[in-house]
């Protein structure tokens, strides 16, 4: 890729009327959550600037997911029942979804999210089950990973278009063909947004170098790995965008070995055994991430 490409795009990208901007509200939580000792007042505060949102989370928490015998009536005692970090989540995910959906109809935006949220979930599972160390909210991480998918669409609508059904004929990733049709990589243009985002340096590394670990920062390639085999881990369960995966002849991520020598829980377990241990819970991501989808 040389630099005169990436003047391109950056020039593109600035000079974009409609760019996205990343919702307030998401970015609000995720400033609270990178703190450790945020409170119930703090998120409920932030939910209830926006009323639909407050009606959404109110709407998730009484699905019959949750179970809850009596109606959940309020923000505070459907943080203090789910869980602050649960529906802080989901609320970043509303939020989110609502400023992307008017996405081109061609190509099947709700799959896209759909993985998203997934990964997005799988991550801070897997950092919270194994004790992972990180700086950004895990679950960040997994949703916004992919946000240049987006950007390249809105700024090359037609191409993008042709990439998308060359990845689903070709079994192809979408890295591999944007490389080969654009010179440039939604990793590429996910960074420039990033930037324009103001999002934290750590997440703006992981945003440019999910598909490159070699190049991130050191001190983000575990959290990359673990980012990797959540990936992995959606689109073993379905819950992929743009490619039907072959389930039977998906190898295993490299970056399993990453986590395997820096989790001790993992180092003797083979990748199978540890897929086997988490389905259990992957199957329970999977229905959360329809309830958020409604």
């Known amino acids: 890729m040389s630099a005169n490409v990436i003047e391109l795009y950056q020039k593109k990208l600035n000079n974009l009327q409609n760019l996205p901007t990343l919702p307030v509200i998401a970015t609000e939580i995720m400033r609270i959550m990178r703190n450790d000792d945020y409170s119930v ?32 009536k309020s923000l505070r005692h459907a943080l203090v029942l789910i869980g602050m970090r649960q529906l802080s989540n989901i609320a970043i995910s509303f939020s989110v979804l609502k400023k992307f959906d ?3 109809s061609d190509m ?15 991550t801070e599972l897997l950092v919270e089950d194994y004790g992972i160390i990180t ?24 191409k993008y278009s042709i990439i998308y059904q060359q990845v689903k004929k070709e079994k192809r990733s979408f890295f591999e ?19 324009k985002w103001k999002m934290s340096t750590i997440l703006t590394d992981i945003v440019e170098n999910h598909h490159r670990v070699e190049q991130a920062q050191d001190e983000n390639k575990l959290i990359l790995a673990v980012l990797e085999v959540a990936d992995h881990v959606c689109n073993l369960s ?13 190898p295993e991520p490299s970056s399993w070995a990453v986590l395997q020598k820096s989790v ?25 991430v329809e309830i958020i989808q409604i």
């Open 41 to 72: 007042s703090q998120i409920q505060q932030v939910i209830e600037k926006d009323p639909p949102l407050a009606m959404k989370v109110l709407k998730v928490a009484n699905s019959a997911y949750y179970g809850m015998k009596k109606p959940v």
């Open 238 to 250: 379905g819950l992929s965008f743009g490619t039907d995966f072959d389930i039977d002849n998906l």
């Open 108 to 122: 099947a935006w709700e799959k896209f999210w759909e993985h998203c949220v997934a990964v997005g979930f799988v």
């Open 102 to 104: 008017n996405q081109s």
């Open 177 to 195: 063909i944007e490389n080969d049709q654009l010179n440039i990589t939604h990793c590429d243009v996910g960074k420039m947004l990033a930037e």
């Open 135 to 158: 700086q950004e909210n895990p679950y960040t991480v997994g949703l916004l990973h992919d946000v240049g998918k987006l950007i390249l669409n809105i700024l090359e609508p037609e």
């Open 264 to 288: 001790s829980d993992l180092n003797k377990k083979s990748y199978q055994d540890f897929l086997n241990e988490i389905e259990g819970q992957v199957n329970s991501i999977s229905e959360m």
